[in-house]
């Protein structure tokens, strides 16, 4: 037991060593594989105040481009009939309607922090458990799709921006409804791989990929991009389409978390159904 | 001696501002992510107590890991190289050993020695941290021509830093 204790104290250097780097590692893989919410991360409070600030300061240099963007949205936005029904509850907007019942809600949110040149890229959003936001919803914007909620504070959220490995959101073509999972290669912030586009699908430059009808998070048809190129590999019978995507994850500033109304219901179900066939 | 470890705190927290409000925001391309907090750690003193120089960069890569979303990704890397750095001390030490009170910088070993001392701690840094970030080894190359190129850019940043504190001493 002695002869322990001094080899402990005098290799304590290596041993303390040891025991920083195996919590490092814990707390990794920790967070990779439950995806929850940890203490270390920018929903925290402290990071979050100062980053938050930074960002209200760096937001006076996008005003002039953001007003103009919105002021396009604002009209667009007017033109659309069913918006004078709309009630205001607690900045999340709702439709009145009595022959059809409200599937999705949107609620607006600020980026507050940012990044689009590493592998796995992230957003923390100034909206949290306090109006509402849970995990998993999608996060879109007015020129497309943006990410999915991933960690909920109080008052901050972060998002899986769709510039992550992990990220994989279920696409359509437009033009044909033929669907395949899109995923980040990790390339550049501007393009996006779609997958599993069967060879007899005619593809052209410039056709429009939109989210599909089988995503939980986004409703049908919000843009993702447009095709830009497509290969085939000899040994598949299947496209890999680079996708141009809509959204410039360099400029985003205001994005709309979305909430579908049904999602607990559809999963429970099918959860049920599962379970059943066991 | 006092005035070291106010001086040390006091790096610690401007370096930790200046790389996440200002060398976060630079963005260069894809490949270059430099990381010029990790100067706190080779500027720590020689005759800094080896649990100290571990708990420090512990903390240090902890507070870097809430502002980048990387949990634990950057204390990982940044223990390891607190654990390699008296190693690597050893062995580019002078005939002599190191003088009493001086620090381990360009002014007071010259930029020879300070290049092969930070470029294998930089490289090791950072080595760690983009294999950790990507986890697995599909992407082998790509990662490792990040590695490089960042390295290369945050001892340029760090050499240049070096002389601006240099500057700073002289007028003291």
Redesign the interface.
Known sequence: MRNLVEFITKNYFFFLFLILETFCISILIQNNKFQRASFVNSSSQISASVLSTSENIQQYFYLKSENERLAKENAELLSHDLLSFSVLVNGEYRVNDTIKRQKYTFTHAKVVNNSTNRRNNYLTLNKGSNQGVTNKMGVTSSSGVVGIVENVSENFCTVKSLLHSNTIINSKLKKDGTFGPLNWDGESFEYATLNDIPTHVRLFKGDTVVTSQYTLMFPENILIGTVDSYYRESTKPFYTVKIKLSTDFKKLSHVYIVDNKFRTEQEELEKKTEEGNK | MTNTIIRNIIRFFVLILVQ??IV?NI?L??FI?PFVYVLFILMLPFETP??LL??SS?IL??VI???Y?T???H??AC??M??IR?GVLKLFSPRDGYEFGTQPSIQYLGIPWFLSYAGILVLTHHLVLFY????RFS?FFSTFFRVIISSLFTIFLVVISQYLFQRKKDQE
Not at chain 2, 132 to 135: H, L, Q, R, S, Y
Request: proline share 3%; charged share 25%.
């Open positions: 996440v409000l976060k963005e391309g894809r992510n080896k649990w571990l708990i512990f890569g902890l890991d809430m502002f979303d949990s634990g990704m204390a990982a223990v390891l607190a654990y008296p950790i970030e990507i986890f992407e």
